[in-house]
């Protein structure tokens, strides 16, 4: 990577954070904020679905809209609201507020990490394309071991000052957009923005059978892991007997499996064909996930035994990410921004619903949390293996 490169793949790599950071840094504050708004477990867990399920419908619009004002506006607008409703969340005097301010980040947060795929693509072709996601896909990792620790930290003064330091993160990352990124979508080559224009490219898209199937591959994977992100106030708290200072004991170990990943696909970018690093990719993920079932199943709950093999597993999802979100990219170069939207949609319908749904019925034993990983890495591999980018010679 050219030296001149390094710090367009920072500022992509902090706009890509912020979703991460959005989730995570607050996770260590759960009981504090429940007991702070007078509510449950329950209630505060649902924000994060108030902040998933209005991030992954407006992801429909941000690459849209990139495509059409350009890349940096898109960024103004999204972070500028972005800072705004961190502000409300940490003064929020109930949770009802606290949700609603939740769904205004979540609507706003995805304006960074959408743009930031699209521009990536822009910016860098072939196997430089590949290294530089897998830098970029590596720093990301980071945000989530650093979150909540840095959330127990902020702890210790009072859960308001956590969105206050997403507030700040957030104005950072786009004084950093605006001085350092380029404009990527010059006014010739940019679409007129209309729901008309909207629903035919998102008709192409999913319509594009190999383009929803590497999608779908790429979140289920993300998903496996991400249960025990969301699960995490109750899978570190009560099962694991942690407090939520010690939540690093999760987030480091498997962010650390997650750069170990990334850096192998960067060093097998132009070395290895994709179908082979795939291919890899899942016989490990495979492999780790059958072990932590059973390692769930027959012994006693200690986080040694039930946070390594999320770690593990992490390395092999990591591997196989940057292909498969730049094959998915690739299929359609003249709306790449839309179609970093549908990404990120369908990564994020999947998270919207193991929030919701999936982890609070599998969070109450490490077994549960272990079958639905199981669960998630099958639905990727059964569509991982419809797709031509499996079948390629």
Same mark, same amino acid.
């Given at each position: 990577?050219?030296?001149?490169?390094?710090?367009?793949?920072?500022?992509?790599?902090?706009? !890509?954070?912020?979703?991460?950071? !959005?989730?995570?840094?607050?996770?260590?504050?759960?009981?504090?904020?429940?007991?702070?708004?007078?509510?449950?477990?329950?209630?505060?867990?649902?924000?994060?679905?108030?902040?998933?399920?209005?991030?992954?419908?407006?992801?429909?619009?941000?690459?849209?809209?990139?495509?059409?004002?350009?890349?940096?506006?898109?960024? %103004?607008?999204?972070?500028?609201?972005?800072?705004?409703?961190?502000?409300?969340?940490?003064?929020?005097?109930?949770?009802?507020?606290? +949700?609603?301010?939740? *769904?205004?980040?979540?609507?706003?947060?995805?304006?960074?990490?959408?743009?930031?795929?699209?521009?990536?693509?822009?910016?860098?072709?072939?196997?430089?394309?590949?290294?530089? $996601?897998?830098?970029?896909?590596?720093l990301f990792g980071i945000a989530p071991a650093v979150a909540p620790i840095i959330g127990g930290v902020l702890l210790?003064?009072?859960?308001?000052?956590?969105?206050?330091?997403?507030?700040?993160?957030?104005?950072?990352?786009?004084?950093?957009?605006?001085?350092?990124?380029?404009?990527?979508?010059?006014?010739?080559?940019?679409?007129?923005?209309?729901?008309?224009?909207?629903?035919?490219?998102? %008709?192409?898209?999913?319509?594009? *059978?190999?383009? !929803? /199937?590497?999608?779908?591959?790429?979140?289920?994977?993300?998903?496996?892991?991400?249960?025990?992100?969301?699960?995490?106030?109750?899978?570190?708290? /009560?099962?694991?007997?942690?407090?939520?200072?010690?939540?690093?004991?999760?987030?480091?170990?498997?962010?650390?499996?997650? @750069?170990?990943?990334?850096?192998?696909?960067?060093?097998?970018?132009?070395?290895?064909?994709?179908?082979? @690093?795939?291919?890899? !990719?899942?016989?490990?993920?495979?492999?780790? @996930?059958?072990?932590?079932?059973?390692?769930?199943?027959?012994?006693?709950?200690?986080?040694?035994?039930?946070?390594?093999?999320?770690?593990?597993?992490?390395?092999? $999802?990591?591997?196989?990410?940057?292909?498969?979100?730049?094959?998915?990219?690739?299929?359609?170069?003249?709306?790449?921004?839309?179609?970093?939207?549908?990404? *990120?949609?369908?990564?994020?319908?999947?998270?919207?619903?193991?929030?919701?749904? @999936?982890?609070?019925?599998?969070?109450?034993?490490?077994?549960?949390?272990?079958? *639905?990983?199981?669960?998630?890495?099958?639905?990727? +591999?059964l569509v991982m293996r419809q797709t031509k980018l499996w079948k390629s010679n």
């Amino acid at each position: 990577m050219k030296p001149h490169s390094n710090i367009l793949v920072y500022v992509l790599a902090s706009l !890509a954070a912020l979703a991460p950071f !959005a989730i995570d840094t607050y996770l260590p504050a759960f009981h504090a904020m429940r007991d702070s708004l007078a509510t449950s477990d329950l209630h505060i867990q649902q924000s994060l679905t108030f902040y998933l399920l209005p991030y992954a419908a407006m992801t429909l619009w941000h690459g849209a809209i990139s495509d059409e004002i350009g890349r940096i506006a898109t960024i %103004k607008w999204g972070l500028s609201i972005f800072v705004l409703a961190s502000i409300g969340c940490a003064f929020a005097p109930n949770v009802e507020t606290l +949700w609603f301010f939740r *769904a205004l980040q979540g609507a706003s947060g995805g304006a960074g990490n959408t743009v930031a795929r699209a521009m990536v693509r822009d910016l860098f072709e072939g196997a430089q394309a590949q290294r530089v $996601m897998a830098t970029i896909q590596m720093l990301f990792g980071i945000a989530p071991a650093v979150a909540p620790i840095i959330g127990g930290v902020l702890l210790g003064f009072h859960w308001q000052a956590i969105f206050i330091f997403l507030a700040i993160y957030a104005a950072i990352s786009l004084w950093a957009a605006v001085t350092f990124l380029p404009e990527t979508m010059p006014p010739e080559k940019r679409l007129k923005l209309s729901s008309k224009n909207v629903l035919a490219s998102y %008709k192409t898209i999913f319509g594009d *059978a190999e383009f !929803a /199937k590497l999608c779908i591959a790429s979140g289920a994977n993300f998903s496996a892991f991400f249960v025990y992100v969301l699960g995490s106030p109750i899978f570190l708290g /009560k099962l694991l007997g942690l407090t939520p200072q010690q939540y690093g004991y999760l987030f480091i170990p498997t962010v650390t499996g997650m @750069v170990l990943g990334s850096y192998l696909a960067r060093r097998a970018a132009g070395k290895y064909a994709a179908r082979k @690093v795939i291919k890899t !990719a899942y016989i490990w993920m495979g492999v780790v @996930v059958l072990l932590n079932v059973a390692v769930c199943y027959w012994l006693p709950a200690k986080p040694i035994y039930n946070i390594l093999p999320v770690a593990l597993f992490n390395v092999g $999802m990591a591997l196989a990410m940057p292909i498969l979100s730049l094959a998915s990219l690739d299929r359609h170069p003249r709306i790449r921004g839309t179609a970093a939207s549908g990404q *990120a949609f369908i990564q994020m319908i999947l998270s919207t619903v193991s929030a919701g749904l @999936v982890v609070p019925l599998v969070w109450g034993s490490v077994l549960g949390l272990a079958v *639905a990983m199981l669960a998630y890495l099958l639905l990727g +591999w059964l569509v991982m293996r419809q797709t031509k980018l499996w079948k390629s010679n």
